[in-house]
């Protein structure tokens, strides 16, 4: 699987030429890719100043097949064909992402994709629901098991919500499913980020649409998604969601947190990464010992890995999708848009899932094209008015 992944994330590497080229070209697509644009130049920037200190200039140079801890020889090269890929992935869904059939269609996809493997976890294991560390065959998963919900909700959830509200398709019941099942399905491994991050994206919701009767259903489907999964799991649930967040006393104390050490402990050697990322061997070498824990926080690994210019860039995606959002006319998807900005950001910035899945940079391609398909159709409506006007 691992050669078949490398040879697909190679393939579409050597497409971003082509993404590039048809996006720069297209205006609205252009605007709204500016920091992709610039976020890429900084990865490919970053890999040839390692190219050039270990073993010369070369794309193939030596230094792209180095291994470091834990990971196998040839990372660099692997790594640098990824993130072009994921390049290539967002261009490509806002480049073709064009209207709003399109976008409903790229989501009755992923609904499909996704609900598969979550309900048959959800039969085949149900007994290790409201568990974070399981182990299956001899495989354990510090977590993770449980984690496609969270990168599901990351990528699509919201956007699940919003088309289910939207009457005049008819996948509603589909993206209702869909979103209440991957909800669950990421609870169910009792994640704190996802809890905080779900809930924080329905009480913005709530008090952004306060005159309409959607966030009456809002509530009712979260009193509906909690009581099935307290049926599924029993009170063991919890009793875990009670372990994991702690006493009141310990949650007082922030030195205990585990999240807090790691931030701290990467935060201590920021003078060694913050210009230009950290040298061979990645960021890896600021976790701390024993247990190599990863920077839980895009904009953190994006600082660690690629310096003060990846994360400049990286936060100016989330900049320039709220100024365009602000931008559209219609509140109400304005609105929407902006909530899932909160609540995606709030996962992102205190999970490590937001940063290496492809998932979540697919789910901000979605948004971007969402926001170019209104501002396309809001200038068609200003120019269709002007016509009428000069006639």
């Known amino acids: 699987m691992s050669i078949i992944y490398n040879i697909t994330t190679l393939g579409l590497a050597f497409t971003l030429p082509i993404w590039f080229y048809k996006t720069s070209c297209a205006k609205k697509a252009r605007v709204l890719l500016i920091p992709l644009y610039l976020l890429l130049l900084v990865i490919i920037l970053k890999h040839v100043l390692l190219a050039a200190e270990y073993g010369g200039p070369g794309f193939l140079s030596p230094s792209f097949f180095l291994p470091y801890p834990g990971f196998p020889e040839g990372f660099y090269f692997i790594n640098l064909s990824r993130w072009l ?4 992935l967002m261009m490509w869904i806002v480049y073709e992402v064009d209207s709003k059939n399109k976008l409903n269609q790229c989501l009755k996809v992923s609904s499909i994709a996704i609900l598969l493997p979550i309900i048959l976890m959800i039969v085949r294991r149900p007994d290790l629901i409201g568990f974070r560390q399981v182990s299956i065959d001899d495989v354990n998963f510090g977590g993770g098991f449980w984690n496609l919900g969270v990168r599901a909700f990351l990528a699509f959830g919201w956007l699940w919500l919003l088309m ?73 649930i919890i009793d875990n969601f009670i372990a994991r967040f702690g006493s009141l006393n ?15 402990n990467y935060l201590y050697n920021i003078n060694e990464y913050a210009l230009i990322g950290a040298p061979i061997g990645s960021y890896l070498k600021y976790a701390i010992p024993p247990k190599y824990c990863s920077p839980h926080s895009s904009p953190l690994f994006w600082f660690v890995q690629y310096g003060m210019f990846g994360l400049i860039s990286y936060l100016s995606l989330f900049w320039n999708t709220v100024s365009k959002a602000l931008s559209i006319k219609e509140k109400d998807t304005s609105r929407n848009i902006i909530i899932w900005l909160v609540t995606y950001m709030c996962l992102t910035f205190i999970n490590e899932v937001g940063y290496y899945t492809i998932e979540s940079y697919i789910g901000l391609a979605l948004i971007l094209a969402l926001v170019k398909i209104c501002l396309t159709v809001q200038d068609n409506v200003s120019e269709g008015s002007k016509h009428t006007v000069c006639e």
Request: hydrophobic share 50%.
């Open 85 to 88: 890929s994921i390049g290539s």
């Open 164 to 236: 289910y509200f939207d009457k005049s398709q008819p996948n509603r019941i589909l993206f209702l499913a869909s979103a209440v099942t991957v909800i669950l399905s990421g609870l169910f491994g009792i994640s704190r980020s996802a809890l905080i991050a779900i809930s924080i994206g329905l009480l913005f919701y709530v008090l952004f649409n306060t005159k309409s009767a959607r966030p009456l259903k809002i509530i009712a489907a979260v009193v509906i998604c909690l009581s099935l999964m307290y049926l599924l799991s029993g009170a063991s």
């Open 250 to 264: 310990d949650i007082m104390t922030i030195e205990e947190e585990p999240r807090y050490v790691i931030w701290k």
